[in-house]
C-alpha cells in the first residue's frame, strides 16, 4: 500500500471551497490536525464559527475529495473552531471581543429586543462566547427578558462585573439605575452611558458582543459609531407591506454610520400581521433576507418570564428559526469580516 502523506491530502483540500466565503479551506487556513493510519486519514477542519450553517456541506465535501486519493479506506472529519476577528475592536477598544454585531429596528414594536436576546442565547447554545449589551438606555427590556431583573451589578478591580444567564454575559443600564431616571437622560449624558457600559465594564473574553440597540433613529446610533467599531448591523421588521419604510430607516442609518448590513428578519409572521413584507423590504433595499419567526404567543410569555424561546421550547418553530437565525448571522459575520471592503460600509 502506497504511503498517504499530509501534502497529498492538502492538494486535494485546495479544491474543497468554503461554500460562504469562496476560497478554498487550506488557503483560509480551515485545516487543522491531520492524521494517517492503516489508510484512514483523520482531518480536523477549524470553522469560522461554531455556529457554522453549512457544517454538512463542509463536511461531505472534505469526505469525497480525501477519499480520490488511492489507498484510503476511510476518513474520519473533526471541526474545530476559530471565530473570524474584527481587528479593529482590540485596537481601539482595548477589548478581548471578536465581534460586535448591532440589532436594530426602523421602529419600536417588533420584537428587536426578544430577537437579539434569543440570538445571543442561540450563538451561546451554538458553543460561541458571547455578550449581550442593553444599549436602549431610555428603555432597557434585557433584565427583564433574560430572568436578570432587579439584578444590581458589583464592581472589581474599579470595573462592573456583568451578570450570567443562559451562557452569555449581560450589561444594562436597567442593572445600575431605574428605568424612570434613565428615560430623562439626554444627549451627552447618553454617549458617556454608552461608553462606559463598553469600556468600564470587565467583559471576558467574547466571540460576539450582541448590541441591542433602541428603535428607530437617534443619538445612541451616533454615538455608537462614534464609539465602538461595529462589525455589522441586522434589522428586524415586521411581515406588513410598511416592513419596506420602516426597514429604510434603519438601513439607512447603518449605511451612514459605514456599518456593513448582515441582513434583515422578518418577525412576527403569521395569520395576524401576515408574510412576506420583511422579504420584500430585504429585496428591494438589496439586503440579504436571513428567514422568518413565526409569530407565537409563548416567545412573549418567555420574555416577560425571563425565559427565551430558544431554552424554554428549543424545539418549537420559533425557536428553529432563531437558531438557524443565529447560524446565518455568524456567517455573515464571517463573510464581512473575511471582505477587505466591509469595513468601508460596502455590503
Known amino acids: 500500500m502506497s504511503t498517504i502523506t499530509k501534502e497529498q491530502i492538502l492538494d486535494v483540500l485546495r479544491t474543497v471551497q468554503d461554500p460562504e466565503l469562496g476560497k478554498d479551506l487550506v488557503s483560509l487556513n480551515m485545516v487543522g490536525d ?24 463542509i463536511e461531505k465535501d472534505v469526505r469525497q475529495a480525501i477519499l480520490q486519493i488511492p489507498g484510503v479506506r476511510a476518513v474520519k472529519v473533526n471541526f474545530g473552531s476559530n ?16 465581534n460586535i454585531v448591532a440589532i436594530a429596528s426602523g421602529k419600536g414594536g417588533v420584537g428587536k429586543t426578544t430577537v437579539a436576546v434569543n440570538l445571543a442565547v442561540a450563538l451561546a447554545k451554538e458553543g460561541a462566547r458571547v455578550g449581550i449589551l442593553d444599549a436602549d438606555i431610555n428603555g432597557p427590556n434585557v433584565p427583564i427578558m433574560l430572568g436578570l431583573k432587579g439584578h444590581r451589578v458589583r464592581v472589581k478591580d474599579g470595573k462592573m462585573v456583568p451578570a450570567e444567564a443562559y451562557g452569555v454575559y449581560a450589561i444594562s443600564i436597567g442593572f445600575l439605575v431605574d428605568k424612570d431616571v434613565a428615560l430623562l437622560w439626554r444627549g451627552p449624558m447618553l454617549h458617556k452611558a454608552l461608553q462606559q457600559l463598553f469600556t468600564d465594564v470587565a467583559w471576558p473574553a467574547l466571540d460576539y458582543l450582541i448590541v441591542d440597540m433602541p428603535p428607530g433613529t437617534s443619538d445612541i446610533q451616533l454615538s455608537l459609531a462614534q464609539t465602538v467599531p461595529v462589525t455589522g448591523g441586522l434589522i428586524v421588521a415586521m411581515p406588513q407591506e410598511v416592513a419596506i419604510e420602516d426597514a429604510r430607516r434603519g438601513l439607512v442609518a447603518f449605511r451612514q454610520l459605514n456599518v456593513p448590513v448582515i441582513g ?35 416567545v412573549r410569555t418567555g420574555s416577560d418570564e425571563g425565559k427565551p424561546i430558544v431554552v424554554a421550547d428549543p424545539q418549537s418553530p420559533a425557536a428553529l428559526a432563531l437558531r438557524e437565525l443565529a447560524r446565518a448571522v455568524a456567517a455573515r459575520v464571517s463573510m464581512i469580516n473575511a471582505d477587505e471592503n466591509a469595513h468601508m460600509g460596502i455590503v
Open 264 to 298: 434583515l428578519v422578518e418577525n412576527m409572521t403569521g395569520e395576524i400581521f401576515g408574510e412576506g413584507g420583511g422579504e420584500k423590504a430585504a429585496l428591494e433595499l438589496r439586503v440579504p433576507f436571513l428567514g422568518r419567526i413565526p409569530l407565537d404567543p409563548r
Open 83 to 98: 471565530v473570524s476577528t474584527d481587528d479593529r475592536i482590540a485596537k481601539q477598544l482595548h477589548l478581548d471581543v471578536r
Open 34 to 57: 491531520i492524521a494517517v493510519e492503516d489508510g484512514v486519514v483523520d482531518v480536523t477542519i477549524i470553522l469560522t464559527t461554531p455556529a457554522c450553517p453549512l457544517k454538512s456541506t
